[in-house]
T-cell receptor, first 116, second 111 residues
């Protein structure tokens, strides 16, 4: 049973560039959420996708956008990168329509993004 | 929106002793409270969770208690072992799968 997989594991970008991170949910899951975890902090919710649409969004600027594909995989795009975007980006999957208690979030290992 | 405060930020205990981590939340509509363990360079892993209609839940050496009136919940680890060393995060949500996390507690178990 494949868990949540993310790629790439590490990425180094320059300020002003754009980046795309990828996530495949756990087998049987159809909902993908993205979180940003700055060093020494708890994860912060960016947005959630199911049925190929953004359903919820946290307090992140429009530079952060996403997409979900028919196979439930997802991408996170960040434009005009800032130094402050350096963080671990975590993808988590779950099952739509289920409460968090019945379908807890399963996290991937994350993508470590460094902006120089 | 929801705000979750977690204490302490660091905790060091002797192997075999108990460890307690506490969290408070602000939104009385929150009804789901998971705890995640994150080892260095690894993913957060769910270790135990509780929903608002339950006051306490236990799983072997780990237990969580919830006080809805005071809006706080706690993680209790008994008979600590070196492999319990990690960063622990509490979180709260309204069941819509958008978790609000605390700042984390770095737990160190001293042999």
């Amino acid at each position: 049973d494949a868990g949540v997989t993310q790629s790439p594991t590490h990425l180094i970008k320059t300020r002003g560039q754009q980046v795309t991170l990828r996530c495949s949910p756990k087998s049987g899951h159809d909902t993908v959420s993205w979180y940003q975890q700055a060093l020494g902090q708890g994860p912060q919710f960016i947005f959630q996708y199911y049925e190929e649409e953004e359903r919820q969004r946290g307090n992140f600027p429009d530079r952060f956008s996403g997409h979900q594909f028919p196979n439930y995989s997802s991408e996170l795009n960040v434009n005009a990168l800032l130094l402050g975007d350096s963080a671990l980006y975590l993808c988590a999957s779950s099952l739509k329509g289920q409460s968090s208690y019945n379908s807890p979030l399963h996290f991937g290992n994350g993508t470590r993004l460094t902006v120089t | 929106g929801e705000n979750v405060e977690q204490h302490p930020s660091t905790l060091s205990v002797q192997e075999g002793d108990s460890a307690v981590i506490k969290c408070t939340y602000s939104d009385s509509a929150s009804n789901y409270f998971p705890w995640y363990k994150q080892e260095l360079g690894k993913r957060p892993q769910l270790i135990i969770d509780i929903r608002s209609n339950v006051g306490e839940k236990k799983d072997q050496r780990i237990a969580v208690t919830l006080n809805k009136t005071a809006k706080h919940f706690s993680l209790h680890i008994t008979e600590t072992q070196p492999e319990d060393s990690a960063v622990y995060f509490c979180a709260a949500s309204q069941g819509a799968q958008k978790l609000v996390f605390g700042q984390g507690t770095r737990l160190t178990i001293n042999p």
